[in-house]
């Protein structure tokens, strides 16, 4: 084989392994309490309203906080993810709509009703 067909050979397999390089991607939202949640709810404010961060790397969706939240989240839908987080006695539904215009979290709990929206930042 002559030098020029193994260069070729080399960039061909160079660029394969280049494109399965997947890029990570990220939102960063600040959740706001819902005006109509009850004092029960307040209570798990300080673990809602701060940056919250969707990271979508490999396939795999992950939602992070400083308070300590790090929840791997599944596609229900294209671009819509979506968990359930236990923070003490509370129950969260959390959904990542990246699908809506603009991108959305949800923080939602059953029993008490607590509810916390964001929109991208």
Request: a positive charge; hydrophobic letters at 40%.
């Amino acid at each position: 084989m002559n030098k020029a067909v193994r260069r070729t050979i080399a960039l061909g397999a160079t660029m394969t392994l280049l494109t399965g390089v997947a890029v990570a991607q990220s939102a960063t939202f600040w959740l706001a309490a819902d005006p109509g949640n009850i004092q029960g709810c307040i209570a798990a404010d300080p673990q809602f309203t701060r940056q919250h961060t969707f990271t979508l790397e490999d396939g795999e969706a992950t939602l992070t906080a400083a308070g300590g939240i790090h929840t791997k989240m599944k596609q229900v839908r294209p671009n819509v993810y979506e968990t359930d987080y236990a923070l003490g006695r509370m129950h969260m539904h959390i959904v990542a709509d990246l699908a809506a215009t603009p991108p959305t979290l949800m923080v939602s709990e059953k029993s008490l009703g607590c509810k916390w929206t964001a929109k991208k930042s």
